[in-house]
């Protein structure tokens, strides 16, 4: 392939997807044979790293090729500047045709404050089928998954289990929004096919972010098996010396008193939400498998880069915790990626090189023969992808962020992550008076603690591993001002 043949680019983003949780990435529960199979026809990423373990701020990071504080998007609920770029927009902009499915993400989406679709910049999608979650859970205008479920004259639904009040029984398979979404995908992809001009298109799964609530039937063949699925890997006392913020969602995810605490969880709560969790990416591969068969049936696999990834990960129990929060184990930042082109990228090759997320921007853009933006900032993964330079070197370090704010705008929490593939440090910039501030940071070698357990941070004989860590993430920090040129005044 080269960077003129103007390839389509089907963009495929799960939501909340940790790293272990397909056949080729080593889980031996999950049923993902076409995922597993798109990894054989390409490359798959081992050590991918998002830049925020929440939605928004890594979903405006990968859609500009800008880190979170840049593009100054750091939270949920923020609204991303108007004169941010995407590269959806610059390949509109190139004459491609571009649709998006799902979720997008990248202003708030409280039906309480927005009353209507999300706030949309020029983003250069034509065709935009949105769906923010499962299921509408008001009368929400514009949300195009409930009008479709309307128009079927089916009202959405996903009651508690009565043996589990922490996993819903979601609508059947056909009714379910991940079948809607790539239902939308390939409508959109028949109708553009002979537009003659390349196309592109995001779908944006909510899946398998929670409520977790996959189609009953999916869950059903876990129910035999659910003994052998672990429980989460948890060390009671470990969080003592640990952020507040873990011990706060530790009693309540978010912070939500009785939100998925989980001392007030059974062994079987905790291994039947993980079946659940499998079971919705179960219904995932079911769809990457519809796709890759329209794809090859209409001749346009061997001519679309696919890209399949997440924007962040989900605790699912580990170290005390569900969801998602500020805090940065691998479950939470480190997130599949897999691309690939059949019969032009390299093939059922795995690359163990650090890269973020903030990359495939540049690696679309340089995939299509387009010049990169000058405000991005991500590395482009082109070269590796055919072979032009080493699969096991990329980056030295990689780096996430975390950022709320309270409604009257002071600072609750900053915390930023570096890592180097052995070392993880965690810097605790700043709390608000409500969190005891007894925790200055996070120091793990994954090496000799893959479970990210012990805290190193304070330990005397790893003084120098963290004070390089320190300058290191410094640095990083430092580089990341908006490399956007600013005209400079006349002497």
Known sequence: MQANDRPNILWLCTDQQRFDTLGCYGNKFVNTPNIDKLAKNGVRFSRAYCQNPLCSPSRASFLTGRYPGTCRTRQNGQDIPEEEILVTRLLHDNGYIGGLAGKLHLSSCNYSVCKTRERRINDGYEYFAWSHGHGPLHDWPFHDYAIWLKSKGVEYSHPAREDCKYVKVGMSEELHQTKWCTDRAIEFIESVKNEGAPWFFSLNWFDPHHAFDPPKEYLERY???????????YIPGELENKSPLQRLDHNGAYGRAGSFAYDNMTEYDHKLIRAAYYAMIDLIDVQVGRLIEYLESTDQLTNTLII???????????????????????????VPLIISMKDHTLSN???DGLVELVDIAPTILDACGIPKHPGMQGKSLFGMLMGMEPLDKFKKTVYSEYHTTTLQNGVDAFCSMLHDGRYKLTKIHALSE???NDCKGELYDLQTDPGEHINLYNDSKCTD???????????????????????????
């Open 223 to 233: 129910l035999p098996i659910l003994d052998t699925i672990p429980l989460p890997d």
């Open 308 to 334: 399949f990834h997440s924007d962040h990960g989900e605790s699912l129990g580990d170290h005390g915790l569900y969801l998602k929060g500020g805090y940065f184990y691998e479950a939470s930042v480190h």
């Open 349 to 351: 090759v795995c690359s």
């Open 434 to 436: 409500k969190y005891p």
């Open 465 to 491: 591993i963290k004070l390089d860590m320190l300058e290191q993430l410094c640095d990083t920090e430092a580089l990341m001002a908006d490399p956007l040129p600013v005209p400079r005044a006349p002497w």
